[in-house]
């Protein structure tokens, strides 16, 4: 049964603090690992990390996969109070009818104080 | 493009009551999936379909039933609803990038159900 974990399950912060968020997964067959972000209504696609892609960046978000390790650190760095919300871990299989499904984590709550 | 269109936004069932929660896309994505958020929970997997004509169960399929017969709609039917069943569904779909996998899936807005 694939597995993933993340951790802490709710962080509180300071506008302008740096965040690290843990994801740690066991699957069967790993294909790639996906981060979300989730406000009030669906996830929004942050990023995905493959065994060609193990590290991503976009403005004040970055995230690397340690395929090795079996984990993928989210970094938030000058976080503002927008950048509250939940953020979700999956991972994808390969192979077969199994192409499609994706496990995601529990999530972590990030609040970020003024 | 509409993206991800899900209906209702809301719902309040009768426990033994039957629905369809319908959802559709218009991205031409193979992928289709149902996935159910309860608290502290993330999202679980309920049902999946790789094209039009193949489905398989997710982590929990147990009390719904799913059917695709195009590649834009991926309905969920309840049987015969349970206050278990009360949830946030989520439906989303995405295109395959063949050996880098899947694209980041899209969801759709969401339908929050109460079963009473």
């Known amino acids: 049964e694939d597995k993933v974990v993340q951790s802490p399950l709710s962080l509180v912060v300071h506008e302008g603090d740096t965040v690290t968020l843990n994801c740690s997964y066991e699957?069967?067959?790993?294909?790639?690992l996906l981060w979300y972000k989730q406000e009030k209504k669906a996830p929004t696609f942050l990023f995905m990390l493959?065994?060609?892609?193990i590290e991503k960046k976009s403005g004040r978000l970055s995230s690397i996969l340690d395929k090795k390790e079996l984990f993928s650190i989210l970094n938030i760095t000058a976080t503002q109070t927008g950048d509250s919300a939940v953020y979700l871990c999956a991972v994808a299989r390969a192979g077969g009818t199994s192409y499609g499904k994706l496990t995601f984590g529990q999530g972590t709550i990030l609040t970020v104080h003024p | 493009n509409a993206g991800v269109t899900q209906t209702p936004k809301f719902q309040v069932l009768k426990t033994g009551q039957s629905m369809t929660l319908q959802c559709a896309q218009d991205?031409?994505?193979?992928?289709m999936s149902w996935y159910r958020q309860d608290p502290g929970m993330g999202l679980r997997l309920i049902h999946y379909s790789v094209g039009a004509g193949i489905t398989d169960q997710g982590e929990v399929p147990n009390g719904y039933n799913v059917s695709r017969s195009t590649t834009e709609d991926f309905p969920l039917r309840l049987l015969s609803a349970a206050p278990s069943q009360t949830s946030v569904y989520f439906c989303?779909?995405?295109?395959?990038?063949?050996?880098?996998?899947?694209?980041?899936?899209?969801f759709g807005s969401g339908t929050r159900l109460t079963v009473v």
């Open positions: 493959t065994s060609s892609g």
């Open positions: 989303a779909s995405s295109y395959s990038l063949g050996a880098n996998g899947l694209d980041g899936y899209t």
């Open positions: 699957v069967t067959n790993f294909r790639s």
């Open positions: 991205m031409n994505h193979e992928y």
